[in-house]
């Protein structure tokens, strides 16, 4: 997958390194159901274990120009006879490339696969409801609001709400149509 600024490519091992770096960022664990104190070990275990999925597809998100790893997507729930995923983690973990819209760059590149390249009729995600930048980049890119789902996630040993939303495929085309992807 790629766009003007962005290549987003199956993770490789070598990736849990940055992975680790990453996600021991206050600005990464804040915003995700990441309890602190993982460990590259942990990372690179569960890494070895999404593997193995055929349900679950890893992915790192790099700037073109630089070949630079910036940033990551977890989808799990892959599931081809619903046709449809969910985008677990997605995230620009390169502190000095945040805030410059890459990461809406990297989910529009995202949709683009699902819907179009994986006939996806269903893509869903989450977030906390403190994660009000997503929650705002959700909706501009068309995501709807199913619900929330209490308790659903774990983070530093408590139990966290996430906020559902999902898109259709005939969303995500309508969208398109109209310019707002």
């Known amino acids: 997958m790629q766009s003007?600024?962005?290549l987003i490519r199956p993770s490789t091992f070598e990736d849990c390194t940055l992975f680790a770096k990453w996600e021991a960022q206050p600005y990464i664990i804040e915003f995700f159901t990441i309890s602190q104190g993982r460990d590259y070990n942990e990372i690179?275990?569960?890494f070895v274990k999404r593997t193995l999925d055929s349900s679950m597809l890893q992915l790192t998100i790099v700037m073109k120009d630089e070949d630079k790893p910036i940033g990551r997507v977890f989808i799990s729930?892959?599931?081809q006879h619903a046709d449809s995923l969910d985008i677990t983690r997605i995230y620009i973990g390169e502190d000095s490339y945040r805030g410059?819209?890459?990461g809406e760059e990297a989910l529009r590149l995202l949709l683009e696969y699902c819907f179009i390249y994986l006939h996806m009729e269903r893509v869903t995600l989450d977030h906390v409801p403190?994660?009000?930048r997503a929650a705002n980049l959700y909706l501009k890119l068309g995501f709807q609001?199913?619900?929330i789902a209490r308790h659903a996630g774990k983070k530093d040993g408590k139990y966290v709400d996430l906020h559902l939303m999902s898109m259709l495929r005939s969303e995500y085309f309508k969208n398109m149509k109209n310019?707002?992807?």
């Open 4 to 6: 003007n600024h962005l």
């Open 179 to 181: 310019g707002d992807l």
């Open 77 to 79: 729930r892959l599931d």
């Open 145 to 147: 609001y199913e619900g």
């Open 44 to 46: 690179a275990q569960e």
């Open 130 to 132: 403190e994660n009000r």
């Open 100 to 102: 410059k819209g890459l």
